[in-house]
């Protein structure tokens, strides 16, 4: 079905049509029938099979869901830490859609992490026990 209030046109799986399954109804669901709360997850997560999946995991439980902007841009400023090549900023901008500006500072706060971190453990090339 195409229509937009039915659940299979929320679904994002794009893989190929499977045989028919005792739950194909699930398909044809209107989301108008299911309670708002249910109706959020089953758009938010891309179809009722997944919210099904989700509530036998974590139904009647509170839980906290934490972002993932932290994590996300952990992972994309090591991601442009490992592809920094010395003068490639430009280049790092544009695949990361930011500002030329904005992959210099976060070049330099990871700079300044790493520094912080080789300080904790004294520097390398000496013995951390002699006087400087």
Sequence with gaps: MTDAKHLSSVTRDETPAAPAREDDWLDEVPLDELAESHRELVVAVGSLRHAIKISEAWGGVYRYIP??????????????????????????????????????????????????QASLFGEPDRDPTLPP
Aim: aromatic share 6%.
């Design 67 to 116: 972002k993932m902007d932290k994590a996300l841009n952990a992972l994309r400023n090591r991601r442009i830490r490992q592809a920094f090549t010395g003068c490639n900023h430009r280049e790092l901008a544009r695949k990361f859609n930011l500002s030329e500006t904005w992959i210099r500072k976060i070049l330099e706060q990871t700079a300044e992490a790493d520094d912080r």
